[in-house]
């Protein structure tokens, strides 16, 4: 599973930046195409619904998710074969 | 959702997709199905919400959602219908309906989405704005009282009564899914964030600045209720959360 | 049978299942009348907080598939201004019974009048159209009951029986069929756009509950039902359309009643005045004295004046300072003289003959 931001739905408000446990979303720097800055993902892998949520069989913490006043906020499959980067927490 | 009709057309940093969020979600866990399901709403920012919902949804004139609903509800109780409202919607010029649908109980759930301002018009006073606010029609901050929708709700006799905000979306989509539960009219309040007419004349410049606010000056009734007993002050800016009734008064067009 | 209670009686034979009302003098046994028969006929009786509500009960419980009225008289009728506006421009078929009364404001409570004729083809804010129906007794009551439903169903638009208080507290022998014709509406095609016109301009209805999903606005809509407020294009079309359904369709709404074709002074009424003219003309039977008797006010069927081919003037007495009779003008070069008439009494026979023999 992959933490995405629709860049098309996101209208910049900030508020997952506020809510993230894990601080994964960092508020952004450079207006995109629609001249909305969209919050950067930090690390995302490490997102505990990237890997948790298929064994789970539910949505974990889901706070970005719920509280994103524009449904912007989702976790993707990855297509098979793609490259992943694996977080390994001490 | 309706995928062909996003973006919504909310401003950036409004609540009123985040309590839209946590309605779906909590309709989704009563599995209900979206033939059977109904939205109505009227006239505001929260009240176009149920454009967004892929189900049956009906958009009426300002304040009149509630007697649309209990139409629909009255004439087909197989239906689950819920209604999305705003504050100016609900209690301003629909509060004689909502009063009256309150008093008949009758099976609906009704989610205000109250972010204290009319929010479609640009940021006129509205019932619920705190007294001394500043709006566009109270340049000199807001002179009357605020109205308190939940105890309203409560004298005028809904069965399930209970306020949360943006900030809280997991009690808020938890305290939904009761209020779907309950038979008889639930009132859920959800304040919400209006950064581009509220906070910006309020001191709360972003978004994020008028969750903080819910965050710290959130207040769960228990502890006020436990405040109250011990004869202590309760801040004066506090917003009172939780659940504030659940009772089982006689309910009308129940799904048999 | 008294007036109120016929129409009640029609519209519970037209299958009315759904009735949101609130009480108002002259129109209340309506209401009475649904509330004791309505429960067991299976059907909702729903006394509602005011009139807003009334109509807003009735028009969600039509989405729902169901025959809905209410009843009032005017000022309630005032109150339901708006949402008839979202009725038409959601294409919501309702019926709605005006037993009208003195007016303007509070005016006459138990007294009647004819002054809502052109509050309920224009009073709604924008472009619409609308079908109204006058009946002249208590059989017209229950026949014209009847037929408000099944033309609010088959052209799904607001349906006012625009009776008075003359006609609504009016004690007669009616009439009852052992069953009445229904025209149902027309069920939205799998597939189909929601707010699609059919070839007669007319959508099919998408019952809630029926697995449509469909969004239902009174914002400017597209075929889709999405709301679209900025494109005058879909602006145009729509309202054109709302009101060319019905306007187009005149001929076949039409419903009048025509005495002495032949006459060159002619009555054209609608409603309680009609049974003033058919006394003079009952009373003057060596005269030749021509009736034009609308049973269908709105779309307002002009065809009929060009039934009276010598007609040299049209005598039109209403309860109002000439509503109908502006309209007329509008449709003849025949002068048309205005007997207007107040407080609430029926014009006498012998006023409406003198006025034929000051014409003479």
């Not at chain 2, 109505?40 to 189900?55: D, E, H, Q």
């Not at chain 3, 002074?265 to 009952?282: D, K, N």
């Amino acid at each position: 599973m992959r933490l995405v931001i629709d860049e098309k739905r996101c209208k910049g408000c900030d508020l997952c930046t506020m809510v993230c446990p894990y601080r994964i979303f960092q508020p952004g720097k450079r207006p995109n195409m629609r001249g909305i800055v969209v919050p950067e993902l930090d690390r995302p892998e490490r997102c505990p619904n990237t890997r948790l949520q298929a064994l789970y069989g539910r949505t974990l913490c889901g706070m970005c998710q719920m509280i994103c006043p524009d449904q912007a906020i989702s976790w993707q499959e990855e297509r098979p074969g793609e490259k992943r980067k694996v977080a390994i927490e001490f | 959702m309706r995928a062909d009709r996003l973006p919504h057309i909310f401003c950036s940093g409004c609540g009123n997709g985040t309590v839209l969020n946590c309605t779906l979600n909590a309709v989704d866990q009563m599995g209900w199905k979206k033939e059977e399901t109904v939205f109505v709403s009227g006239i505001g920012c929260s009240s176009r919400a149920p454009g967004y919902i892929l189900a049956d949804s009906l958009h009426t004139t300002h304040g009149r959602a509630l007697a649309f609903a209990t139409g629909i509800k009255m004439a087909k109780p197989e239906l689950h219908v819920v209604v999305l409202t705003g504050d100016g919607d609900l209690a301003a010029i629909g509060g004689n309906h909502f009063i009256h649908a309150c008093r008949r109980n009758i099976d609906l759930s009704v989610v205000c989405m109250n972010n204290m301002i009319y929010g479609m018009t640009g940021g006129q006073v509205s019932p619920t704005t705190p007294r001394t606010a500043l709006s566009t029609t109270t340049p000199y901050g807001s002179a009357e009282p605020a109205f308190d929708l939940c105890e309203l709700a409560i004298a005028a006799g809904a069965n399930y009564v209970s306020r949360w905000t943006s900030f809280h979306v997991k009690e808020l989509t938890r305290a939904i899914l009761a209020g779907l539960r309950i038979p008889g009219l639930s009132f859920i309040e959800a304040l919400s964030q209006c950064p581009t007419n509220f906070g910006k004349r309020n001191k709360f410049r972003q978004a994020m600045d008028q969750v903080e606010y819910f965050k710290t000056h959130g207040i769960l009734i228990e502890k006020v209720q436990r405040l109250r007993e011990e004869g202590k002050d309760i801040p004066p800016d506090a917003i009172v959360l939780g659940e504030m009734i659940r009772r089982n008064r006689p309910a009308m067009g129940v799904r048999k | 049978m008294q007036g109120n209670v016929a129409c009640a009686e029609g519209a519970l034979a037209a299958g009315c299942s759904f009735f949101g009302g609130y009480p108002i003098t002259p129109s209340t046994e309506i209401a009475e009348h649904m509330a004791l028969k309505l429960p067991k006929a299976g059907g909702v009786f729903l006394q509602m907080e005011d009139e807003i509500g009334s109509i807003a009960a009735v028009i969600g419980a039509s989405w729902t598939g169901a025959r809905a009225m209410t009843a009032t008289s005017g000022p309630g009728f005032s109150l339901m201004m708006e949402n008839i506006g979202f009725a038409a421009m959601t294409e919501t078929p309702c019926v709605i019974v005006n037993v009208q009364r003195g007016g303007p404001s509070t005016g006459q409570p138990t007294m009647s009048g004819q002054a809502d004729m052109l509050q309920c083809r224009f009073g709604s804010h924008g472009d619409y159209s609308i079908i109204a129906l006058s009946p002249e007794s208590v059989q017209e009551m229950y026949e014209l009951s009847v037929m408000a439903f099944n033309l609010a169903d088959r052209f799904r638009v607001p349906v006012f029986l625009m009776a008075d208080e003359i006609i609504g507290h009016l004690r007669e022998r009616i009439e009852i069929p052992d069953s009445v014709q229904r025209v149902e509406r027309r069920p939205l095609n799998q597939g189909d756009l929601p707010f699609h016109p059919g070839e007669d301009l007319v959508p099919g209805f998408p019952r809630f509950g029926s697995g449509f999903k469909v969004h239902v606005t009174g914002l400017t809509h597209d075929e889709r039902g999405y709301p679209c407020t900025t494109n005058p294009k879909v602006h145009e079309e729509l309202v054109k359309r709302l009101v060319e359904k019905v306007e187009s369709k005149r001929h076949e709404i039409a419903d009048y009643r025509v005495t002495n074709p032949d006459a060159e002074r002619v009555f054209v009424t609608y409603g309680s005045p009609s049974r003033s003219v058919e006394q003079v003309i009952h009373d003057n039977p060596g005269e030749e004295i021509g009736h034009l008797r609308f049973r269908v006010v709105w779309p307002f069927p002009e065809d009929a004046l060009r039934e009276f081919k010598d007609a040299k003037a049209f005598f039109v007495p209403e309860q109002n300072l000439g509503q109908i009779a502006r309209e007329i003008e509008r449709h003849t070069s025949v002068p048309v003289i205005r007997l207007p008439r107040f407080g609430g009494s029926l014009h006498t026979p012998e006023e409406l003959t003198s006025a034929l023999g000051a014409f003479k």
